[in-house]
Each structure stands twice: as C-alpha cells, then as structure tokens.
C-alpha cells in the first residue's frame, strides 16, 4: 500500500492530478485535489507507479520530473531524513563504551568483520539512504580528523535529529533550530575549552592513560595495558618540533599485523619491519652493525625499450656479449660492496646474477620493497634514497644495531632493529586469531590517534560521559539568558549531549533514569564537573580520578561534526530521487518517501543489529 496525504500538494495550484499506474493500466485518479483541502490521498490496489503533476489549462498533464522519480518534501522529508538517520544511530549506539556490544558484519563476498569501532561499522553497513550516508560521513570525518569519538559523534547526530523532531512537532521553525544549534555548538566548544586540563607532552602516565581509556573499550580488553604502553612509545618516538609546535605524523608508525601467539607478543621495533625475505638463499640472515643501502633502481640490465637485432656469427661473440652484461652486473654490486654497506633494500627488481655476486661479499639484500616502506626505512636509519648504483656512498648509508630475517608461522619477515633515534617505527601487533588481530589493530589505531592528539594539544577531558554532562549543564544555564525560540534548541542540544552518559549507563545495563538523575544532582554541586558514569562499578564517579581520560580534541571533533551533520540534515525540505537512485535500493517502505531505501540495512527496525 502506498499512501500520502493530501497536504504534500498544497503549495501548488487547484489542477493537481495524480496518475497511478496499476499492473493492468495507467489512469489518472479522477478527483482533483483542492488547495489546503487535507484530503488523505490512500490507494491500496497493486500500484506499480505514482507521479504528481500538474494540468494545464488544455488539461495536458505537465510532468516535471521524469517518469519513475520520486520526491518527498516538507515535513515528510524531514521526518524521513531524521527517521533514517535514527535507524543508523540505534545500530550504533550498543557499541558505545567499555561495555558496549560488538557487531559482526558480514560482506557479500562471506568476508566477517567483527568489530566495535564505530567508523569501521558505519563503512561496513552500506547504507544507501541518503541521511543515513550523511551519518557514515560523519562517522568519516570524525575518524580522518582525531582517530576516535566516531560511535559518540554519530550518537550525538541522532540525538540531536531526534530532539529537532519534538521541536518541529511544536511549530519551531528548522531555521530557528539550525540557528540555536549551530549557537549551542559553539558555546559547547567554549565550555569544553574551559573545562580542559593541560598536561605535559611527555607525560607517559597521562599518555598511557589516554591510550589504556580509548582501547578499552574495544574487544581487546584485558591486554589493553600492553598495546597501550607500546602505542604512547610509538608516539613519543616519532613526535617531533616545528615552529614550536609538537606535531606527531601517525603515518611514521608502521603496524604490521601477524597472526599466532598472543597479544601480549606485540613488539615494538625502533626500525622498520618488512614483509619480505632476504631474496638469496646463501645471504646472511642476521647482520649486527648494519650499513644499510636504500636503492630504488634495478640492479638488473635494463630492457630497451626498442626491439634490435644482434647477428652473432661466432661462439666468441657470445661470450664476449655476455661476458659484458656480467661485467655490468658485477660492477653494482662492486659499487655497493665498496660503499661499505651490507644490507641492500631495493625498491625494484635484482637480477639472479648480482645477489649472487652480493650473497659472496656476505651483503644481505631484499628486492622488491614498496615505496612506502623505502620511506619508512629512510626515515628510521637515516639512510638516503639512491636512484643508482653509481650514486651509492658511504654517506648515503643508514644504520642499524641489527637487520635479521625471522620466521613467524609461515611468512619471513627483516626486522631492522635498534637504530639510533628512528623518526619511524614499526609495532607488530600478535593475537590467536584474524579477527582478534584485526579488531586490536583497529583498536590500536584508536589509541595512537588519542595520544598524537594529547600529546599536540597537550589538553585533555575525563571520560564516562562526564564533559558532556557538564557542557549540558552549563548550556541549560546559558540558553535561559539567550531566550526566546533559540532557548527551547539549545536546551535540545543539552539533553542531546546527557545521550552520552546516558546510553554509556544504558550498554552497562543500569538503569538509566537513576543514573541521570543522580548524575545532574551531582553537577549541580560545585568542583563536581568530572562525575561521570563508571560502567565498571556502574555507579556515578569522580572519571578523573578513576583515570578515564580523553583528549580534548576529540571531544571538541564530536561537537562539531555532530552538529554540522544534523544541521545541514534540518535544513533539508525536499528530497527528489531519480528513476536510478529508486531503483538501486530495495522497495520502499510502507509510508513511502525514503527514497533508495535502507540498503545494507536492510530495513532493520531499531536495535535489532
Ligand atoms: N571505564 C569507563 N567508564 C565509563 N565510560 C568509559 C570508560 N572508559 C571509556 N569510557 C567512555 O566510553 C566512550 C567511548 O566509547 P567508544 O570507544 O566505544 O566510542 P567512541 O570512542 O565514540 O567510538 P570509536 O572508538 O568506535 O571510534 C567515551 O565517552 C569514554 O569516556
Ligand atoms: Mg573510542
């Protein structure tokens, strides 16, 4: 059954028509609706089509959009906009927290992901709807900017999209509700800037802390201490001044993951590990005091790029001809062993001949390395990217204590161990099986975007809800003195935020109405503004002295692009799909307008994912 009601037409003229095309014919319904007149507009026979129109005054139907598109406006558009995006958030939301579920995810291919990290979720869903795609954005954005806060950025949007829909029942205008929002944000953004304590850059403590909050809060719970202690290493080894600023470049940070042993197995290497092995069987498999050479040019003969004949008219002929490439080749690895280097990474191909000349003067060598890790290498040994063998010196070498092939399970990997004062570094993440290695490497993501941000800010929050609950607090405050229409959106935004705390206590399943209740009595006290919810003793806590610490950048991130999502949503009242969008997506639902349709979701009520 299709239905719409009548008030979807009132802006336009008396003539409005509607055709309806049914299995066996197309025909216009005969009554022509009036202006205004509320008239509900129901079919229920096997309608395959429906198009809205206008008639001339020949009565020649004027059609606007093509045949097949469909369109949704107003407050339909609104209301399915934010149904859609609440839909998304509900899916979510179990995640949040120590004690949030995961979710497994399963690819059309039968690939299964099991995960709680938001952005990987939200990747995952495939959603087509265009509001729920506005969701996955934010969970997007929010990842790219500061690594983490995507569960709570998305969490927030749909609170705020649900809070905008009461407002709208009560005649606010979407504009007034953009408006007190996009005031409320920014008076958020003032609040948690206030309410931020500094620490120190090298504060290990306080990064280990930061790292230990955010990785808890995945599936790799219990061994969070030790990825979380290598994660604050990796970041204080990288980080370096400019302009008087700390900045830390996450991409310095190699993670390697390997399946066997246990988490607890995760290395750190102040080198680089390559995914390779020693490339002649007769190398050495372990040089101590490496001269390391970087090579990206082949040490092979090069192929014209021309097609020639050689006559060749005697056995002499021969020889000499190869005698000559073998002259070239030994000349290479002659420039490489006279160098003094005796481990060779090269970004091309090496020809049979010269890693035996290589493997005889006991020159380790690799071929075949990513680009990637070329730069990595550079940066960890100090050694410099060579476009030829004639350029190889002893003051294009880097360093290494120690380069060695080791075998874990069926791969061999070259760790280039202990160089002095690597700008790059590698952590091999281990775990029993592929998905737990993947969900820690996800997860170690998280905690090394944390401290890249505590340790460039040096600002951070506490936890377990507690900023928000403050923020929400001090907004309440603030709306009464801005007044007005705007006072109802900005004390929309406030409770908006207690969702925090709120589906926190909710995934630890207390009872969320005893929690807030006792959780603003507490914010109502002064120096109380670091209460929050302690899911693991499920009672109302002092975050800061329990150590759940944020840094203040994702916080900040959250703010922001929940807000911008929801307000750019608000602000949309009229939704038009093309014949192609419709038919991407499955059927549309009953109540009709959710142009594409829920696609990945597949339509899932609420809280059944
Ligand atoms: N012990 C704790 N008690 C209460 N809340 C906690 C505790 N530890 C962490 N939290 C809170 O859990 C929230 C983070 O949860 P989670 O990591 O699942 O979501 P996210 O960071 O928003 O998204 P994602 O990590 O998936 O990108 C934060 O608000 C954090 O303060
Ligand atoms: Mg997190």
């Keep these: 059954m299709f239905s719409s009601t009548g008030s979807e037409f009132s802006s336009l003229n008396a003539s409005l028509r509607v055709k309806v095309f049914t299995e066996s014919d197309s025909r216009f319904v005969d009554e022509v609706l009036g202006p205004n007149d509320g008239t509900d507009l129901c079919i229920s026979t096997h309608i395959h089509r429906l198009e809205f129109g206008a008639l001339s005054e020949g009565n020649i139907p004027v059609l606007i959009l093509k045949e097949g598109a469909s369109r949704s406006r107003g407050r339909d558009a609104q209301r399915n906009n934010i149904l859609a995006a609440k839909v998304v958030t509900e899916t979510i939301r179990t995640t949040l927290g120590p004690e949030g579920m995961d979710k497994m995810l399963v690819a059309g291919m039968g690939d299964v992901v099991i995960t709680n990290d938001g952005a990987t979720i939200m990747k995952e869903l495939d959603v087509q709807h265009p509001a729920a795609k506005m969701l996955v954005e934010v969970a997007k954005s929010q990842d790219n900017e500061v690594g983490d806060g995507t569960t709570t950025a998305v969490v927030l949007a749909g609170e705020l999209l649900s809070k905008a829909e009461r407002l709208l029942d009560q005649e606010v205008h979407p504009t007034i509700i953009v408006d007190g929002y996009k005031k409320a944000s920014e008076k958020a953004l003032e609040i948690l800037n206030g309410l931020a304590i500094p620490i120190q850059a090298d504060d290990e403590t306080a990064l280990k802390r930061i790292a230990v909050t955010s990785m808890e809060t995945k599936a790799t719970v219990g061994t969070s201490s030790h990825l979380a202690s290598l994660a604050t ?64 040019a082949k040490l092979e003969i090069e192929k014209t790029e021309f097609d020639a004949k050689i006559n060749i008219n005697s056995p002499d002929q021969i020889k000499s001809f190869l005698d000559e490439e073998e002259t070239m080749l030994r000349e290479m690895s002659e420039k490489i062993s006279k160098s003094g280097a005796n481990v060779v990474f090269c970004e091309k191909g090496i020809d049979d001949l ?92 998280d905690a090394l975007c944390v401290v890249r941000n505590a340790v460039e800010d040096q600002k951070i929050v506490a936890g377990g809800g507690a900023p928000e609950a403050e923020t929400a607090k001090q907004l309440r405050e603030y709306a009464v003195k801005v007044g007005g229409r705007e006072q109802l959106a900005i004390e929309a935004y406030a409770e908006a935020l207690e969702a925090i705390p709120l589906t926190l206590a909710e995934n630890a399943g207390l009872d969320p109405i005893d929690i807030m209740v006792e959780l603003r009595s507490k914010h109502s006290e002064p120096d109380h503004k670091w209460y929050g919810v302690q899911v693991k003793t499920g009672k109302i806590a002092d975050m800061l002295a329990d150590n759940v610490v944020e840094p203040l950048r994702v916080k900040l991130q959250v703010v922001k692009s929940a807000t911008e999502a929801a307000s750019m949503l608000l602000r949309i009242d009229d939704v038009v799909s093309s014949k192609g969008a419709k038919e991407s997506g499955p059927p549309m639902p009953p109540g009709g307008g959710m142009p594409g349709g829920m696609g990945g979701m597949g339509g899932m009520p609420p809280g059944m994912m």
């Design 233 to 296: 290493k990796a970041i204080s080894q990288i980080v370096e001044e400019r302009d008087g600023k700390k900045i830390a470049d996450i991409d310095r940070v190699k993670v390697l993951k390997k399946k066997g042993e246990s988490m607890d197995q995760s290395e750190l290497v102040k080198g680089i590990v390559v995914d390779k092995e020693v490339s002649h069987p007769q190398m050495p498999k372990v040089v101590k005091g490496a001269k390391i050479a970087l090579l990206n």
């Design 354 to 445: 010269v890693l035996h000349f290589l493997s005889k003067k006991n020159i380790m060598a690799i071929k075949n390395i990513s680009s990637n890790d070329m730069e990595k290498l550079a940066k960890a040994t100090g050694a410099t990217i060579l476009a030829s063998t004639k350029d190889v010196s002893q003051d294009a070498l880097g360093e290494a204590k120690l380069v060695e092939e080791v075998k874990i399970g069926d791969d061999k990997l070259v760790y280039v161990r202990d160089c002095k004062d690597p700008r790059a570094v590698t952590v091999v993440i281990r775990g029993g099986s592929e998905h737990v290695v993947d969900e820690a490497e996800r997860s170690f993501h």
